[in-house]
């Protein structure tokens, strides 16, 4: 479902943006967040004119749509670039500057390489399997109207130039005199109490001025190596994805299947349901039932069973306690 992953997409990069805030980076979670608003936007309505056009959501179900459909390939691809962090795309600035954030980390600094280059590769995966190739579905696809393309372009320009305003050495909203330094005044951290090391490159916990080549480097190369080899996978189909399944197996079902984290969520809630059934059925067999219906109700029942014993209707009964109550008194 070409909408599904770019929902899952998104919360990856939810991911970055909470990381730079653990990191001590606000700014470049920010940044990403501004960043990610406009290329993602760009690829949910470059999908919806996609499925506009295929009336389906199933990526295998496309295919060649390059030819037919240009403006909306090309402002998809710009926002496929943007996603994956390929310089000088806005992706590339704010995705910068949270590995930047995680430098002083080494294990989150190579997960968040690691999600690069993932990201790269399915966004490849998608473009490659619905853009290019041979048509798969039904019917002839045609590209939208203006009105749904020329927002797509709109889009495309900020996806490849919005990422400019926050590029070190920038009047950068994010970083030293913006959100950033904001951030360190209003929430200061003193090293020696707090047995903290700032993890930015400054050293004082702002956004770096000056690119690290080192950073950027590494983390363009594992955006490009997923595309690559995302096209060698679904493009030039040099490598045979069922090849790959079949070679990785167990690893293709754990995650194909989302680390099974759905299904322990229903296990939860079914025990959670079961637990909740076995005490209201106790409150209603022992509490309701038993205590209320049957105690007090059984023992009005009781009671009003033995007074109705004295109303018999007869006047010698009546007679009779009335003298008896007669002979208490004067006793």
Known sequence: ???????????????????????????????????????????FMGAGSVIH????????EMGGLGKKMKHTTWTFFAGTLALAGI????????????????????????MGVGVAFLT?????????TVFFGKYRGHGEPHESPAVMWVPLAILAVFAVLGGLVGAPASLNPF?????????????????????????WPT??????????MSVATIGTLMAVAGLVLAWMF??????????????????????????????????????????????TNWVEQVIIIGLIVNGIGGGAKEAGDRLRGMQTGRVHSYVTLVLAGVTILVF
């Open 234 to 279: 679904y493009g030039s189909k040099k490598f045979s994805a069922e090849n790959a399944k079949k070679k990785f197996g167990p690893i293709y079902t754990i995650v194909s299947n989302k680390y099974y984290i759905d299904e322990f969520y229903l296990f939860l809630v079914r025990k959670v349901q079961q637990g909740i059934a076995v005490i």
């Open 203 to 212: 050293g004082h916990g702002h956004m770096p001025q000056h690119l690290s």
């Open 53 to 60: 056009a295929c009336h389906t959501n199933d990526i295998w």
């Open 120 to 128: 790269a590769f399915y966004m490849g995966r998608c473009v490659f």
């Open 175 to 199: 970083g030293q005199h913006g959100l950033q330094s904001y951030l360190m005044v209003a929430y200061p951290l003193d090293p020696a109490a707090h047995n903290y090391t700032p993890v």
């Open 1 to 43: 479902d070409i909408k599904k992953i770019l929902a899952y997409s998104t919360l990856s990069q939810l991911g970055y943006m909470v990381m730079a805030c653990g990191m001590m980076g606000a700014g470049a979670g920010m940044f990403h967040l501004g960043t990610h608003a406009f290329f993602k936007a760009l690829l």
């Open 87 to 110: 310089f000088p795309l806005a992706g590339f600035w704010s995705k910068d500057e949270i590995l930047h954030a995680a430098h002083g980390n080494p294990l989150l600094y190579w």
